[in-house]
């Protein structure tokens, strides 16, 4: 099998450059800025250092900011396997071959789900309530959010008074930072709070510590956890230090009072009892003592020093420019009404695009949780869909950016959950399929369940293989040989050896009779209409599934070709070549034209669905490419019926839109999808809504905006691919491309006028340029990636 990069590099080299070396694009002001403070939790400004999220409203007299910890959960570790579910697996099957597929979804939903059939949700960790004394009303007011450094403010004026707020969650050194001050010596005052909705105490010391310790109870919300989570589960602590400048400090019984300061820090800490997914006995004091004590002596402008120079180096790897009106001199949430009541803004559409940047930068990196449905930001204790890790879409769409947005270091945290999950998930394995690997199913939480939970539409064992695409992506992007082999390579493994065992051979009447098809099957949460009338979601041989499958086992056959050829794990590889030959192919509609969602050419319940799964190979893999051109028109058909019928409804599917049309090269179609996703997908303070907030559309759209302006998937670096009519003239740099390159350009008039290409060692690669396909040799990078 021809490797990505035997694709890559070919022909005769030329110069890596065509006209000027640079691009245009500048770090520019990236600021969202409002002038008012926010009226509800979903325009309050988002800060985190992974660990830790804040969400900051920016009041004037009282202000909350709300807090997360990113080990915080509901409940406690649990397997939520059905142990004897394995048993009613061929009659399932039977009953789905035979055409009935309401008994199979009976028999499914009362001894196939997992117990419970929900799983555990991420909590709000509780609040920092700030309440203050002000000489009079506030005038010229601000507040900003620099995506640059991570710090958000306030400044506003009282009389003669200006006062200005930082805030900053600091990676290196693990806490939430406020500064309070002002022109005017001793105008500071205010009485500082910690809260929970959880059971807890709070102290205060004459140090001028607040501690809030607690520990999570099931509150009623969720009756299907009691039976299962009726005692307390992770304990937490949230400690403030507060150190003033001049003025006096009077400890209360639970809160602390600063009277006539001239400036204030505020460093907060937080920890849990969470230890690993098996195991909460930690001591949640164990690390924020230490914090604390180390920031304090670092004083504020250090510890501003030190996080300004960890966050910029991240962002500043990426600079972008669409063109439009850079200024800025708008609020964020003014040039986003004007969208939404029709105007086109390229600005708004780059701040977008470095928005989610920035968002996987504060919610996922080494070391921490990945950014789940809300990233590292919840304020209930029953959110929407548990705020859990939803891996049939959602998951993975967070980390679709991580790569080609050269964040590469922040899907870390995923490939940990991959390697827990080889564990939950090869006992799920086991006891409801009887096969050897590993799997995982709709959904995941902190106590990485891998068992069935919700519905019938969770019995979608097919988790496992999309989210190990990920794991070869990473080796793609970054050509790192060791992570191939010692992390990629078993996670990819076990998935394919769970398919392996789960497939079977189509019976004689199937359309795809004697070839491998994988049953249950579903094409994620949809529903089909038989010709009898008869309504289901279950069957066998779903189109996205067999996608799913077909990219696995051919992914790990190239990841092998790399690890040693031949000589590299022969015997699952043999397996695996065996099986592809033997898999059944997807289907384009007689009828149609389009690309078949399921085995059979069966009517859609809701032909404007939500999701696209069926389109998986078009993207997020590279099946379908120009190269296939009868499955790019089905792709583009069964894109324009779902359109057509209301698709792309909620802000992650309008995303994964965006993605589609790139890779169909409609760059104006693809500009339509992102400004529909801004103008009816958009919160006030850029996170997207499902409704209502979900990150995923965030991480989808920051990902589309690059595919519109690079991709690398087809063996080739091809330059402005789907660069839509409204954004004629611009830049970028740092973006990555597959093969470990670096890539900078620029252009005008819709034409690229300048590339840079950059790796580690100076290597051949294949680009398109301006429609012309060249061969040239990158530069030596000294540049972190």
């Known amino acids: 099998m021809q ?16 006209g000027a070396l640079q691009p245009k694009a500048t770090a520019n002001e990236l600021k969202l800025w409002f002038d008012k403070p926010a009226s509800a939790w979903d325009e309050n400004l988002p800060l985190g ?3 830790l999220g804040a969400m900051v409203d920016g009041g004037v007299s009282q202000e909350r900011i709300q807090l997360n910890a990113d080990t915080f959960w509901a409940g406690s570790p649990h397997d939520y396997c059905r142990p004897d579910a394995a048993k009613y697996l061929p009659e399932i099957r039977r009953l789905i071959f035979a055409g009935k597929e309401l008994e199979a979804t009976s028999l499914t939903s009362k001894n196939f789900m997992g117990t419970p059939a929900y799983q555990a949700a991420f909590q709000p960790l509780g609040d920092l309530a700030l309440r203050f004394t002000l000489p009079g009303g506030a005038t010229d007011y601000r507040r900003e959010l620099d995506l640059r450094t991570g710090i958000a403010s306030t400044t506003f004026r009282c009389g003669t008074t200006e006062f200005k707020r930082e805030y900053f969650a600091s990676h290196p050194d693990g806490v939430l930072v406020v500064r309070l001050a002002a022109n005017e010596s001793g105008k500071i005052s205010f009485t500082a709070g910690l809260g929970s909705i959880y059971p807890h105490k709070v102290r205060a010391g004459e140090s001028g510590q607040l501690a809030l310790e607690g520990q999570w109870h099931e509150d009623g919300k969720r009756k299907q956890w009691i039976a299962v989570w009726s005692e307390p589960g992770i304990r937490y602590t949230t400690a403030l230090q507060i150190k003033p400048e001049g003025g006096k400090m009077l400890p209360g019984e639970n ?42 002596k670092l004083g504020y402008e250090q510890l501003r020093q030190r996080h300004v120079k960890d966050f910029e180096r991240y962002m500043d790897r990426v600079a972008i420019d669409l063109g439009g009106d850079s200024d800025n001199q708008k609020p964020t949430s003014a040039r986003l009404a004007a969208v939404k009541a029709g105007a086109d803004d390229p600005w708004l559409a780059a701040l977008h695009f470095q928005f989610g940047r920035y968002l996987m930068l504060s919610s996922s990196r080494p070391g921490s949780q990945p950014a789940n449905l809300q990233g590292i930001w919840n304020n209930e204790s029953a959110p929407a869909w548990g705020s859990k890790f939803t891996t049939n879409i959602n998951l993975q769409m967070n980390y679709w950016p991580v790569e080609v947005a050269n964040l590469s270091e922040c899907s870390m945290p995923l490939f940990d959950l991959i390697d827990d999950l080889r564990i939950t998930g090869g006992e799920a394995a086991k006891q409801y399929y009887g096969c050897r690997g590993w799997t995982v199913h709709h959904n995941t939480d902190l106590w990485r369940g891998a068992a069935p939970v919700d519905g019938v539409w969770g019995v979608w064992p097919m988790g496992g293989a999309w989210l190990v695409q990920h794991s070869w992506e990473h080796y793609l992007y970054t050509q790192d040989k060791d992570f191939l082999l010692k992390r990629a390579w078993p996670q990819m493994c076990g ?42 979601m ?3 041989a779903a189109t996205s599934d067999l996608m799913i499958v077909r990219d696995l086992f051919e992914n790990c056959l190239s990841a092998a070709d790399i690890l040693g050829g031949k000589n590299f794990e022969p015997g699952i590889c043999g397996q695996i070549r065996s099986a592809l030959d033997r898999l059944a192919p997807v289907q384009i ?8 969602e399921w085995v059979e050419d069966y009517g859609e319940a809701e032909p404007g669905h939500r999701h696209v799964a069926h389109l998986y190979g078009l993207h997020p893999a590279s099946q379908i490419t120009p190269k296939t051109p009868e499955l790019m028109a089905a792709a583009r058909k069964s894109l324009e019926y779902r359109l057509a019928h209301g698709g792309g409804a909620t802000g992650w ?14 760059g104006d179609a693809a500009a339509s ?58 830049s970028v740099k740092g973006l990555r491309a597959r093969g470990g390159f670096t890539v900078d350009f620029a252009w005008k008039d819709g034409q690229a006028t300048s590339l840079r290409v950059t790796s580690a060692q100076p290597r051949e690669v294949r680009v398109r340029v301006n429609g012309t396909l060249k061969t040239v040799t990158s530069e030596r990078s000294d540049i972190e990636h």
């Not at 204030?264 to 230490?290: K, Y």
């Not at 398919?499 to 249950?520: F, H, I, Q, R």
């Not at 599917?653 to 409609?666: H, P, Q, T």
């Open 3 to 18: 490797t990505f990069m035997s694709k890559m590099a070919s022909a005769t080299a030329i110069c890596c450059c065509i």
């Open 49 to 51: 250092n992974s660990r």
């Open 255 to 296: 809160s602390i009072r600063i009277e006539g300061a001239n400036a204030v820090t505020l460093i907060l800490g937080a920890g849990t009892s969470f230890r690993n997914f098996q195991d909460i006995t930690g001591n949640p004091n164990a690390e924020w003592p230490g914090q604390l004590e180390r920031a304090e």
């Open 495 to 536: 998935a394919a050896q769970f398919m392996l065992d789960y497939l079977v051979e189509a019976p004689t009447g199937s359309p795809v009779a004697g070839k491998l098809v994988p049953v249950p099957s579903h094409s994620p949460e949809n529903t089909f209409i038989k010709p009898n009338g008869t309504k289901a």
């Open 538 to 540: 279950f069957t066998y």
């Open 589 to 596: 509609s007689s009828k149609t034209g389009r690309l078949q």
């Open 653 to 666: 599917s309008r995303a994964w839109l965006i993605n589609l049309f790139a890779r169909l090269k409609d």
């Open 673 to 730: 999808h992102l400004h529909y996703l801004l103008a009816k997908c958009t919160l006030p303070n850029l996170f997207d809504t499902h409704p209502p907030f979900q990150i995923d559309g965030n991480f989808g759209a920051t990902a589309g905006i690059a595919e519109m302006l690079l991709q690398s998937h087809a063996g080739e670096i091809e330059l402005l691919p789907a660069l839509p009519k409204n954004w004629p003239t611009g």
